[in-house]
Protein backbone atom coordinates (compact mmCIF):
# COMPACT_ATOMS: atom_id res chain seq x y z
CA UNK A 1 0.00 0.00 0.00
CA UNK A 2 1.23 3.62 -0.84
CA UNK A 3 1.54 5.97 1.97
CA UNK A 4 2.48 9.96 1.29
CA UNK A 5 4.92 11.39 3.90
CA UNK A 6 1.95 12.68 5.40
CA UNK A 7 0.30 9.37 6.56
CA UNK A 8 -1.96 9.67 3.16
CA UNK A 9 -3.23 6.73 0.91
CA UNK A 10 -3.44 8.25 -2.88
CA UNK A 11 -6.86 7.18 -4.14
CA UNK A 12 -9.48 7.97 -6.74
CA UNK A 13 -13.20 8.36 -6.58
CA UNK A 14 -15.80 7.93 -9.33
CA UNK A 15 -19.05 9.78 -10.12
CA UNK A 16 -20.71 7.89 -12.90
CA UNK A 17 -23.82 9.53 -14.21
CA UNK A 18 -26.55 8.98 -16.82
CA UNK A 19 -28.70 10.62 -19.66
CA UNK A 20 -30.59 11.89 -17.10
CA UNK A 21 -27.71 13.63 -14.37
CA UNK A 22 -28.62 10.55 -11.82
CA UNK A 23 -25.27 8.96 -10.34
CA UNK A 24 -24.36 5.37 -9.58
CA UNK A 25 -25.02 4.60 -5.87
CA UNK A 26 -23.53 1.68 -4.44
CA UNK A 27 -24.11 -0.87 -1.11
CA UNK A 28 -20.92 -2.44 0.13
CA UNK A 29 -21.18 -6.03 0.73
CA UNK A 30 -22.67 -6.53 3.84
CA UNK A 31 -23.39 -3.36 5.04
CA UNK A 32 -26.21 -0.69 5.33
CA UNK A 33 -23.31 2.12 4.06
CA UNK A 34 -23.41 3.48 0.35
CA UNK A 35 -21.04 5.22 -1.71
CA UNK A 36 -19.74 6.24 -5.06
CA UNK A 37 -17.08 3.59 -6.27
CA UNK A 38 -13.55 4.48 -5.40
CA UNK A 39 -9.95 2.84 -4.64
CA UNK A 40 -6.51 3.22 -4.29
CA UNK A 41 -3.60 4.31 -6.57
CA UNK A 42 -0.91 1.34 -7.10
CA UNK A 43 2.72 2.82 -7.38
CA UNK A 44 3.03 2.02 -10.98
CA UNK A 45 -0.63 3.74 -12.02
CA UNK A 46 -1.63 7.06 -12.68
CA UNK A 47 -5.26 8.46 -11.49
CA UNK A 48 -6.75 7.69 -14.60
CA UNK A 49 -5.32 4.22 -14.76
CA UNK A 50 -6.66 3.68 -11.40
CA UNK A 51 -9.57 4.87 -12.00
CA UNK A 52 -10.25 3.02 -14.99
CA UNK A 53 -9.08 -0.65 -13.02
CA UNK A 54 -11.11 0.31 -9.96
CA UNK A 55 -14.20 1.06 -12.26
CA UNK A 56 -14.01 -2.55 -13.83
CA UNK A 57 -13.22 -4.78 -10.38
CA UNK A 58 -15.96 -2.81 -8.49
CA UNK A 59 -18.65 -2.38 -11.53
CA UNK A 60 -17.59 -4.67 -14.36
CA UNK A 61 -17.49 -1.87 -16.58
CA UNK A 62 -14.28 -1.14 -19.55
CA UNK A 63 -13.22 2.26 -20.72
CA UNK A 64 -16.01 1.85 -23.75
CA UNK A 65 -18.83 1.51 -21.79
CA UNK A 66 -18.28 5.32 -20.69
CA UNK A 67 -17.18 8.74 -21.51
CA UNK A 68 -14.41 10.51 -19.44
CA UNK A 69 -16.04 14.02 -18.70
CA UNK A 70 -13.61 15.54 -15.95
CA UNK A 71 -11.68 14.75 -12.93
CA UNK A 72 -10.70 17.12 -9.52
CA UNK A 73 -8.39 19.76 -10.18
CA UNK A 74 -6.21 18.69 -7.35
CA UNK A 75 -6.52 15.86 -4.57
CA UNK A 76 -9.21 16.35 -1.69
CA UNK A 77 -8.00 14.50 1.84
CA UNK A 78 -10.14 13.22 4.60
CA UNK A 79 -8.85 11.49 7.40
CA UNK A 80 -10.23 8.57 9.18
CA UNK A 81 -11.55 8.07 12.73
CA UNK A 82 -9.69 7.70 15.07
CA UNK A 83 -10.83 3.98 15.64
CA UNK A 84 -10.33 3.06 12.06
CA UNK A 85 -6.75 4.22 11.97
CA UNK A 86 -3.92 0.53 12.28
CA UNK A 87 -1.27 2.34 14.42
CA UNK A 88 0.76 -1.19 14.19
CA UNK A 89 0.89 -0.70 10.16
CA UNK A 90 3.53 1.09 9.33
CA UNK A 91 3.75 3.47 7.39
CA UNK A 92 0.59 4.58 9.39
CA UNK A 93 -2.31 5.58 7.37
CA UNK A 94 -4.56 8.36 9.00
CA UNK A 95 -6.97 9.17 5.58
CA UNK A 96 -6.79 9.44 1.95
CA UNK A 97 -6.30 11.96 -0.60
CA UNK A 98 -8.22 11.20 -3.91
CA UNK A 99 -8.57 12.52 -7.52
CA UNK A 100 -12.30 12.42 -8.61
CA UNK A 101 -13.36 11.99 -11.59
CA UNK A 102 -16.57 11.92 -13.44
CA UNK A 103 -18.05 9.64 -16.06
CA UNK A 104 -20.94 9.19 -18.02
CA UNK A 105 -22.33 6.08 -18.83
CA UNK A 106 -22.69 5.11 -22.47
CA UNK A 107 -24.09 1.50 -22.47
CA UNK A 108 -26.76 -0.08 -21.08
CA UNK A 109 -27.12 -0.55 -17.38
CA UNK A 110 -27.06 -3.86 -17.86
CA UNK A 111 -23.65 -3.91 -18.55
CA UNK A 112 -22.95 -3.38 -14.87
CA UNK A 113 -21.42 -6.48 -13.16
CA UNK A 114 -21.05 -6.10 -9.55
CA UNK A 115 -19.81 -9.24 -9.45
CA UNK A 116 -16.87 -8.68 -11.90
CA UNK A 117 -14.09 -9.37 -9.28
CA UNK A 118 -13.73 -12.75 -7.76
CA UNK A 119 -14.58 -10.39 -4.44
CA UNK A 120 -17.31 -8.09 -5.10
CA UNK A 121 -17.13 -4.33 -3.23
CA UNK A 122 -20.81 -3.92 -3.89
CA UNK A 123 -23.93 -5.72 -3.30
CA UNK A 124 -26.41 -3.24 -4.77
CA UNK A 125 -26.67 -0.75 -7.05
CA UNK A 126 -29.55 2.57 -7.95
CA UNK A 127 -29.62 5.46 -9.88
CA UNK A 128 -30.23 8.26 -7.87
CA UNK A 129 -30.35 12.20 -7.77
CA UNK A 130 -26.83 13.67 -8.01
CA UNK A 131 -26.75 15.17 -4.18
CA UNK A 132 -28.67 12.62 -2.34
CA UNK A 133 -25.34 10.69 -1.74
CA UNK A 134 -24.28 13.70 0.79
CA UNK A 135 -27.21 12.51 3.13
CA UNK A 136 -26.32 9.16 2.76
CA UNK A 137 -22.69 8.61 3.09
CA UNK A 138 -20.30 8.07 6.34
CA UNK A 139 -20.11 10.96 8.19
CA UNK A 140 -15.70 11.30 7.79
CA UNK A 141 -16.24 11.34 4.03
CA UNK A 142 -18.96 14.20 3.38
CA UNK A 143 -16.37 16.72 3.45
CA UNK A 144 -14.86 15.21 0.31
CA UNK A 145 -17.69 14.41 -0.97
CA UNK A 146 -18.87 18.30 -1.33
CA UNK A 147 -15.74 19.29 -2.72
CA UNK A 148 -15.73 16.08 -5.42
CA UNK A 149 -19.30 16.83 -5.83
CA UNK A 150 -19.44 20.73 -5.81
CA UNK A 151 -16.46 21.07 -8.65
CA UNK A 152 -17.85 18.38 -11.02
CA UNK A 153 -21.57 19.60 -10.38
CA UNK A 154 -21.05 21.39 -13.79
CA UNK A 155 -19.95 18.38 -15.83
CA UNK A 156 -22.87 16.27 -15.05
CA UNK A 157 -25.05 15.98 -18.54
CA UNK A 158 -28.92 16.08 -18.36
Known amino acids: MVIDSDGYRPNVGIILSNDEGRVFWARRCGQDAWQFPQGGIRESESPEQAMFRELREETGLLPEHVELIACTKDWLRYKLPKH ?33 NRKPEFDRWVWVDYWQPMKEVVFFK ?3 YESAMTELETFVKV
Open 84 to 116: MIRKNSHPVCIGQKQIWFILKLVCDDEEVDLSA
Open 142 to 144: RDV
